[in-house]
């Protein structure tokens, strides 16, 4: 009778765990079966996470805010998730465990809301998110050939092309000077085998450059004062950022937040946010 007993109770703990285990079991997969799968989404999703996520958020890497891996199967649930991108600070403010937890580890920093996403948007960036997560070798392997590393994505035009552009613009304007002066030469001769010409027209076709006139005539004074005052303003600028007056240079920030956690615990690139950093005193 024991045994007996022993036995059914065995089984009734197997059979308890199995019912806990296909319950929960469809439960954490449900919110991934959620997510879109239609390219045409994940585009979307990809165009929406690059120009409001990516400053702060990776895939596959944790940033200014965590990883966004998996995150449909660690948050706890769709709707979590869409709430919380369109108000975190409310979600914070409700007390919510989970939200107060990440607000607590990523050093008290809020997420930006966007209460002008809709559901529909927050779940084309959960696409993005999967299509990341599952593939993570092909997404490396996209952004190194796109653009050689994410620092260089915003890089702009390579100074090659612009050297380029600027060497085809020069060849243009010479030859378009090297036409005038043709034009020019052929016109002279053809006025000067012509008769009906009087004094005053010809010393109009045939002009004579004096150089003491060149000299005194306003333009070229005017084009002298621009030239040399440009040149030794460069100059001043020049030996004035070589003794340092741009350093310690910190301006009131437009938005109240601390450089500790981007450029110091994150290490993120100063040339991320600020474009002039390195060539002026603003950093822009």
């Known amino acids: ?22 319950s929960i079991l469809p439960a954490a997969f449900a919110q991934e079966s959620d997510i879109p799968t239609d390219p045409a989404i994940i585009s979307a999703g990809k165009s929406l996470f690059d120009a409001n996520c990516k400053t702060c958020h990776r895939v596959n890497a944790k940033l200014v805010g965590p990883a966004l891996q998996d995150v449909y199967n660690r948050a706890p649930s769709i709707d979590w998730i869409v709430s919380f991108v369109q108000n975190s600070s409310k979600v914070i403010g409700s007390g ?13 920093t809020q997420m930006t809301a966007f209460p002008s996403f809709d559901r529909d ?7 993005y998110v999967k299509q990341e997560t599952d593939n993570p070798a092909t997404a490396a392997v996209a952004t190194t050939t796109a653009g050689g590393g994410e620092a260089s994505a915003g890089s702009g035009v390579a ?28 016109l002279q001769k053809y006025l000067n085998q012509r008769t009906d010409l009087d004094e005053d027209d010809k010393a109009i076709v ?51 937040f601390s450089h500790k956690i981007h450029a110091g615990q994150y290490e993120i690139d100063c040339n991320y946010c600020h474009t002039g950093v390195n060539k002026s005193k603003s950093a822009n």
Do not use: W
């Open 1 to 22: 009778m024991t045994q007996k007993r022993s036995l059914t109770r065995v089984f009734l703990s197997f059979t308890l765990l199995g019912l806990i285990y296909f």
């Open 96 to 108: 919510d465990e989970y939200a107060v937890a990440l607000y607590e580890e990523y050093n008290k």
């Open 121 to 127: 948007q927050v779940m084309s960036i959960l696409a």
């Open 159 to 186: 100074s090659t092309y612009i050297n380029a552009i600027m060497v085809g613009l020069i060849i243009v304007l010479v030859l378009i000077l090297v036409v005038l002066v043709l034009i020019t030469t052929i």
């Open 206 to 256: 045939n002009p004579t450059v004096s150089l003491d006139g060149l000299v005194k005539s306003k333009p070229f004074i005017f084009i002298v004062i621009f030239l040399f005052a440009a040149i030794a303003f460069k100059v001043v600028i020049n030996n004035l950022f070589a003794v340092g007056v741009q350093i310690g240079y910190a301006p009131k920030q437009p938005i109240a």
